[in-house]
């Protein structure tokens, strides 16, 4: 049979080991007190003690009564919790708990729910906003047709910058030319008999014909071709009963043009048509 090995501390807090046989007899002891229980159960190992199977059963009891006592200290801490709470005992609480669990999850499911909601909202809205800004982006303005037919070709005028000391120059009128002609359109003398017409309802009007020419040519040419176009306008006018006295003549040549031409021999550009003219001047006294 086995003998009973213990180990405990004395007075003095120093282990000690004691040696009982089956028969309640003491048959061993420590004679000396040890700080470590290490130490202790050394001596006691070195006096017969069999630390393998006596340190199992021991440790074994002990943790089997550690184990008791904290199952039941749990358990009193976790009734009294109950009572705090209101719940009658453990199966009362896990059902709650329980309970909030899966509120837990609805609620949440719920959040999910309600964000993946906004979010669809709010990429939609951006969506839409992209559509509209690429329709607005690339979206072609229909083309602006002028009508051609109905906008007749505005008369270039302007004023005389070097009039005499005692006189007035105002613009009156002008009258087209071809390139390199100085003969007067059907057209530009339906224009001059409106002027005529004017020139005769006012009797103390003098007019001056001021000759102009396109950029094509040179110099010199230009500036006998504008005299003859001046000449021309002033024989007209004549002819329909206006006193030459009435009428004087200049010619420009190629200088102070109405639009500046921005290639010379263009001469079907806009530019030179409008510098190939007869300006209508009217001179007030």
Same mark, same amino acid.
């Given at each position: 049979?086995?003998?009973? *090995?213990?180990?405990?501390?004395?007075?003095?807090?120093?282990?000690? *080991? =004691? =040696?009982?046989?089956?028969?309640?007899?003491?048959?061993?002891? $420590?004679?000396?007190?040890?700080?470590?229980?290490?130490?202790? %159960?050394?001596?006691? /190992?070195?006096?017969? *003690?069999?630390?393998?199977? #006596?340190?199992?059963?021991?440790?074994?009891?002990?943790?089997?009564?550690?184990? $008791?006592?904290?199952?039941?200290?749990? !358990? =009193?801490?976790?009734?009294?919790?109950?009572?705090? /709470?209101?719940?009658?005992?453990?199966?009362?609480?896990?059902? *709650?708990? %329980?309970?909030?669990?899966?509120?837990?999850?609805?609620?949440? $499911?719920?959040?999910?729910?309600?964000?993946?909601?906004?979010?669809?909202?709010?990429?939609?809205?951006?969506?839409?906003?992209?559509?509209?800004?690429? @329709?607005?982006?690339?979206?072609? $303005?229909?083309?602006?047709?002028?009508?051609?037919?109905?906008?007749?070709?505005?008369?270039?005028?302007?004023?005389?910058?070097?009039?005499?000391?005692?006189?007035?120059?105002?613009?009156?009128?002008?009258?087209?030319?071809?390139?390199?002609?100085?003969?007067?359109?059907? %057209?530009? !003398?339906?224009?001059?008999?409106?002027?005529?017409?004017?020139?005769?309802?006012?009797?103390?009007?003098?007019?001056? @014909?001021?000759?102009?020419?396109?950029?094509?040519?040179?110099?010199?040419?230009?500036?006998?071709?504008?005299?003859?176009?001046?000449?021309?306008?002033?024989?007209?006018?004549?002819?329909?009963?206006?006193?030459?006295?009435?009428?004087?003549?200049?010619?420009?040549?190629?200088?102070?043009?109405?639009?500046?031409?921005?290639?010379?021999?263009?001469?079907?550009?806009?530019?030179?048509?409008?510098? @190939?003219? #007869?300006?209508?001047?009217?001179?007030?006294?």
């Amino acid at each position: 049979m086995n003998d009973k *090995w213990e180990f405990y501390k004395d007075v003095d807090m120093k282990w000690r *080991w =004691r =040696r009982t046989a089956p028969n309640g007899n003491i048959v061993g002891a $420590s004679t000396e007190g040890y700080a470590n229980k290490i130490d202790c %159960e050394g001596n006691a /190992h070195r006096n017969g *003690w069999n630390s393998t199977v #006596v340190a199992q059963e021991q440790d074994d009891n002990m943790t089997q009564k550690e184990l $008791s006592e904290e199952h039941k200290e749990i !358990k =009193r801490k976790a009734y009294e919790l109950y009572k705090e /709470h209101g719940f009658k005992d453990g199966n009362d609480f896990i059902a *709650w708990l %329980e309970t909030e669990r899966q509120a837990g999850i609805k609620s949440r $499911s719920k959040r999910d729910r309600q964000m993946k909601s906004i979010l669809s909202t709010i990429v939609g809205i951006l969506c839409v906003i992209v559509v509209i800004l690429l @329709m607005m982006l690339f979206k072609k $303005s229909p083309p602006v047709e002028l009508a051609k037919q109905n906008a007749p070709e505005p008369k270039i005028m302007m004023f005389v910058v070097d009039p005499k000391v005692d006189e007035k120059v105002v613009v009156f009128g002008d009258t087209h030319f071809d390139f390199d002609k100085y003969t007067l359109s059907q %057209e530009a !003398k339906t224009l001059l008999d409106k002027d005529v017409q004017e020139l005769k309802g006012n009797p103390k009007m003098n007019v001056r @014909m001021a000759g102009y020419t396109s950029a094509e040519g040179t110099q010199e040419v230009n500036q006998r071709l504008s005299e003859r176009r001046a000449n021309t306008v002033r024989d007209y006018l004549v002819e329909k009963g206006i006193a030459p006295e009435r009428i004087t003549v200049i010619g420009y040549g190629r200088t102070r043009p109405a639009l500046y031409e921005v290639k010379p021999g263009d001469v079907d550009s806009k530019e030179a048509l409008a510098n @190939m003219r #007869v300006l209508f001047e009217v001179v007030v006294k």
